[in-house]
């Protein structure tokens, strides 16, 4: 008898069968964290976009806007609201966005105006992002400070 190298059909078989079971197991897992990862990225962006803006409004000793459209774009400037100066940028990956008010009304568009002085804003906003089950809310209060929370 000869002395053969290699697999047999039934061990690649059975290897295939095991490496299917695993897939399926591991891929709706997988998908939660690519869910997770997005909802937490933009979350991170909404909170550098309000801290640049007022970090913006200090270093120029202006009034600095932040001006955010359909919870898709948000504007930055120091001239007008809507002029996007400093720039823009849209902030959706198949993520939501959802802008409310200090009394939890819808606000769209939001313009949230940094004193150039103190860099405190305006008004107090809540953004509420979501990608399917995923959640998280980021904050600004009255004296400017950003929280990000579950």
Do not use: H, W
């Not at 290897?15 to 897939?23: E, F, G, N, Q, R």
């Not at 120091?78 to 959706?92: F, H, K, N, Q």
């Not at 606000?107 to 002085?117: E, S, W, Y």
Request: a positive charge; aromatic letters at 6%.
């Amino acid at each position: 008898m000869k002395n053969t190298k290699g697999f047999t059909l039934v061990e690649l078989m059975v290897t295939m069968v095991v490496l299917a079971i695993l897939l399926a197991i591991a891929i709706p897992s997988f998908m939660d964290t690519i869910q997770k990862s997005k909802t937490t990225k933009t979350a991170d962006y909404v909170a550098q976009s309000i801290n640049m803006a007022r970090n913006a409004a200090l270093n120029s000793n202006k009034p600095t806007y932040l001006t955010i459209n359909n919870g898709t774009t948000f504007c930055l400037s120091t001239t007008t609201a809507y002029l996007c100066d400093l720039g823009s940028e849209d902030i959706t990956n198949q993520v939501t966005v959802a802008i409310n008010d200090a009394t939890g009304n819808p606000r769209n568009p939001l313009v949230i105006t940094f004193d150039g002085i103190y860099g405190v804003p305006d008004k107090y906003a809540q953004f509420n992002i979501a990608s399917n089950n995923k959640t998280k809310t980021v904050s600004v209060n009255i004296l400017g400070l950003v929280k990000v929370g579950a």
